[in-house]
């Protein structure tokens, strides 16, 4: 099949290509089983044999062994599901950064801005799927009145929500009918019934998009949707990243394997999913609003609790396949100080990522560094710089507020220079202390604008998604960079700010070699303290350092 960009740079969902012969080297396995595998291997899974609850026990675990960065959990004795379809759960798979590397093929000693950079570069080479005759997810198929979600141990994660949430880390898989483009998209959904689930569908979403357009045509207005449960985690990795409409994330999947993701043909809806996925939900959604249903709350992102259930448009279930004793995925949702979410280092490290490819895209010069701090879960950005222009942060500003990823992100944006350390938050405030000048443009207000209807503190007038299709934000820009409004001074070298206070490279060298007889501590710095210390390179590249 044709493997080709259209004009429009967006690609054809039949631009996958058919698997080749056996002929060669033949790909990996990939499944989530041998994720799990690896996980093991690497001492990063445990399998709990102690008896559980579905009921919140499975989320007050997940929740303290996130905290303390423990390793992924398969629990294989819940109650009520000792002998249902599926009785094994299996979550917080990429919720500790060794886990994150060991996906990404990367030393454990890898820093976090080699992680997004890696990420950023590998999101460059899109490699696209291969269709298959078949895959263990078709082991079982289930039909008709055969159809039943309370075979699988779904979880209730907190204590207001409206009840058991099945769709907390999977792919929810649409097709723009125009486009026949694939997404793939993490969005919740609840279990209603035996065969119907939830969901919550915002129209700026890349499913939303496709719902609307399904709306408007004149008959068949039905959106098909496949849900993946258990894949490799790369595919809640990704269908939980903003990347552009542009993008499909089954290309991005592929980038991060180094092999093309295999997809099998779905029975009842004209879509694909991963012939290896350990459970797969087939069904449509019908917009009409007469069939919604009630759906919620659901504590979310934020890490608040949810507010009222409200009616959604619900996925009516027509198809459940799945392999031999099936294992559910899910995660826990609700970052805070202290207690993050399963979600936390998919922001910290791919919406990163995409950020600063969406900002180079744009073409935004300069950026160096980006950062979405994990307990923000996107709502906060940090950019760094290498200043070439006046207006350079306002421009970043600007360029991710005008993103489909905007609904959910960058409500606050802060932009600094190069000496600046955008994951240490005493850098940052220390440049916000120090560079920032509120009444001289540094800080901008911006708005109203859509955003999240989910953010506590968007007021409940300004959240309802069936009247407004979004939330309401006012953003804010932090501009803690140098202003090159100052006036040049001759005092410091003619330059708009003093130099920053550092040792000389030639006394610090000759501390770190006494280091040791001095008898004060066994270690010195770090190679990169070292260079903050002295900014030998830094220097070459900022005058005011």
């Given at each position: 099949?044709?493997?080709?960009?259209?004009?429009?740079?967006?690609?054809?969902?039949?631009?996958?290509?058919?698997?080749?012969?056996?002929?060669?080297?033949?790909?990996?396995?990939?499944?989530?089983?041998?994720?799990?595998?690896?996980?093991?291997?690497?001492?990063?899974?445990?399998?709990?044999?102690?008896?559980?609850?579905?009921?919140?026990?499975?989320?007050?675990?997940?929740?303290?062994?996130?905290?303390?960065?423990?390793?992924?959990?398969?629990?294989?004795?819940?109650?009520?599901?000792?002998?249902?379809?599926?009785?094994?759960?299996?979550?917080?798979?990429?919720?500790?950064?060794?886990?994150?590397?060991?996906?990404?093929?990367?030393?454990?000693?890898?820093?976090?801005?080699?992680?997004?950079?890696?990420?950023?570069?590998?999101?460059?080479?899109?490699?696209?799927?291969?269709?298959?005759?078949?895959?263990?997810?078709?082991?079982?198929?289930?039909?008709?009145?055969?159809?039943?979600?309370?075979?699988?141990?779904?979880?209730?994660?907190?204590?207001?929500?409206?009840?058991?949430?099945?769709?907390?880390?999977?792919?929810?898989?649409?097709?723009?009918?125009?486009?026949?483009?694939?997404?793939?998209?993490?969005?919740?959904?609840?279990v209603l019934d035996r065969n119907k689930i939830g969901k919550l569908l915002v129209?700026?979403?890349?499913?939303?998009?496709?719902?609307?357009?399904?709306?408007?045509?004149?008959?068949?207005?039905?959106?098909?949707?496949?849900?993946?449960?258990?894949?490799?985690?790369?595919?809640?990795?990704?269908?939980?990243?903003?990347?552009?409409?542009?993008?499909?994330?089954?290309?991005?999947?592929?980038?991060?394997?180094?092999?093309?993701?295999?997809?099998v043909e779905c029975e009842t809806v004209p879509l694909r999913v991963p012939a290896?996925?350990?459970?797969?939900?087939?069904?449509?959604?019908?917009?009409?609003?007469?069939?919604?249903?009630?759906?919620?709350?659901?504590?979310?992102?934020?890490?608040?609790?949810?507010?009222?259930?409200?009616?959604?448009?619900?996925?009516?279930?027509?198809?459940?396949?799945?392999?031999?004793?099936?294992?559910?995925?899910?995660?826990?949702?609700?970052?805070?100080?202290?207690?993050?979410?399963?979600?936390?280092?998919?922001?910290?490290?791919?919406?990163?990522?995409?950020?600063?490819?969406?900002?180079?895209?744009?073409?935004?010069?300069?950026?160096?560094?980006?950062?979405?701090?994990?307990?923000?879960?996107?709502?906060?950005?940090?950019?760094?710089?290498?200043?070439?222009?006046?207006?350079?942060?306002?421009?970043?500003?600007?360029?991710?507020?005008?993103?489909?990823?905007?609904?959910?992100?960058?409500?606050?944006?802060?932009?600094?220079?190069?000496?600046?350390?955008?994951?240490?938050?005493?850098?940052?405030?220390?440049?916000?202390?120090?560079?920032?000048?509120?009444?001289?443009?540094?800080?901008?207000?911006?708005?109203?604008?859509?955003?999240?209807?989910?953010?506590?503190?968007?007021?409940?007038?300004?959240?309802?998604?069936?009247?407004?299709?979004?939330?309401?934000?006012?953003?804010?820009?932090?501009?803690?960079?140098?202003?090159?409004?100052?006036?040049?001074?001759?005092?410091?070298?003619?330059?708009?700010?003093?130099?920053?206070?550092?040792?000389?490279?030639?006394?610090?060298?000759?501390?770190?070699?006494?280091?040791?007889?001095?008898?004060?501590?066994?270690?010195?710095?770090?190679?990169?303290?070292?260079?903050?210390?002295?900014?030998?390179?830094?220097?070459?590249?900022?005058?005011?350092?």
């Amino acid at each position: 099949m044709d493997t080709s960009y259209s004009d429009r740079g967006v690609r054809d969902a039949s631009a996958t290509v058919e698997a080749p012969d056996n002929t060669g080297a033949p790909a990996e396995d990939i499944s989530m089983r041998t994720w799990m595998d690896t996980l093991e291997d690497a001492g990063q899974l445990r399998r709990v044999s102690a008896k559980v609850d579905w009921d919140l026990e499975i989320a007050a675990i997940a929740r303290v062994n996130i905290a303390k960065q423990g390793p992924g959990l398969v629990f294989n004795n819940i109650r009520d599901h000792e002998s249902t379809t599926g009785t094994r759960f299996f979550t917080c798979g990429i919720s500790n950064k060794t886990q994150i590397r060991l996906m990404l093929g990367l030393p454990e000693d890898a820093t976090d801005k080699q992680v997004v950079r890696h990420l950023k570069d590998r999101y460059r080479e899109p490699m696209p799927p291969v269709v298959v005759p078949s895959g263990p997810t078709k082991e079982n198929i289930v039909k008709g009145d055969d159809i039943d979600l309370w075979q699988f141990p779904t979880v209730r994660w907190h204590e207001s929500d409206g009840g058991r949430f099945i769709d907390t880390f999977c792919g929810v898989i649409t097709q723009d009918p125009e486009t026949r483009r694939d997404n793939i998209g993490l969005y919740r959904g609840q279990v209603l019934d035996r065969n119907k689930i939830g969901k919550l569908l915002v129209p700026t979403q890349g499913w939303g998009d496709h719902f609307m357009k399904y709306s408007e045509r004149p008959s068949e207005n039905a959106m098909p949707v496949a849900v993946a449960h258990g894949w490799h985690d790369v595919l809640p990795f990704c269908a939980g990243s903003p990347f552009p409409k542009s993008v499909c994330e089954w290309d991005m999947m592929g980038a991060i394997l180094g092999q093309p993701v295999e997809l099998v043909e779905c029975e009842t809806v004209p879509l694909r999913v991963p012939a290896s996925t350990e459970i797969v939900v087939e069904g449509w959604i019908d917009p009409d609003p007469a069939t919604w249903e009630m759906e919620g709350p659901f504590a979310d992102y934020p890490g608040y609790l949810g507010g009222k259930p409200s009616p959604k448009p619900v996925l009516q279930v027509t198809a459940i396949t799945h392999r031999n004793d099936p294992v559910l995925r899910g995660a826990l949702e609700g970052a805070r100080p202290g207690f993050p979410s399963e979600d936390s280092l998919l922001c910290c490290y791919s919406w990163s990522a995409i950020a600063w490819n969406v900002l180079q895209d744009a073409g935004v010069s300069g950026v160096t560094d980006v950062w979405m701090p994990p307990v923000s879960t996107g709502v906060n950005i940090i950019v760094q710089i290498n200043k070439k222009y006046r207006g350079q942060a306002q421009q970043i500003g600007t360029a991710l507020w005008g993103t489909s990823m905007g609904q959910w992100f960058f409500k606050n944006v802060i932009v600094v220079e190069e000496d600046i350390d955008i994951r240490d938050w005493e850098s940052v405030e220390w440049a916000i202390a120090f560079r920032v000048n509120a009444g001289r443009d540094d800080v901008w207000l911006v708005g109203p604008t859509f955003g999240s209807p989910l953010d506590p503190s968007t007021f409940p007038e300004d959240r309802s998604v069936p009247e407004y299709g979004s939330g309401k934000w006012t953003r804010m820009l932090i501009d803690a960079t140098r202003s090159w409004e100052h006036p040049r001074n001759p005092d410091w070298d003619n330059n708009r700010w003093p130099e920053l206070n550092k040792i000389n490279p030639e006394l610090e060298a000759k501390v770190a070699a006494r280091w040791v007889e001095y008898g004060i501590t066994p270690d010195y710095l770090t190679d990169e303290q070292r260079e903050m210390l002295t900014m030998v390179e830094l220097k070459k590249r900022l005058k005011e350092v």
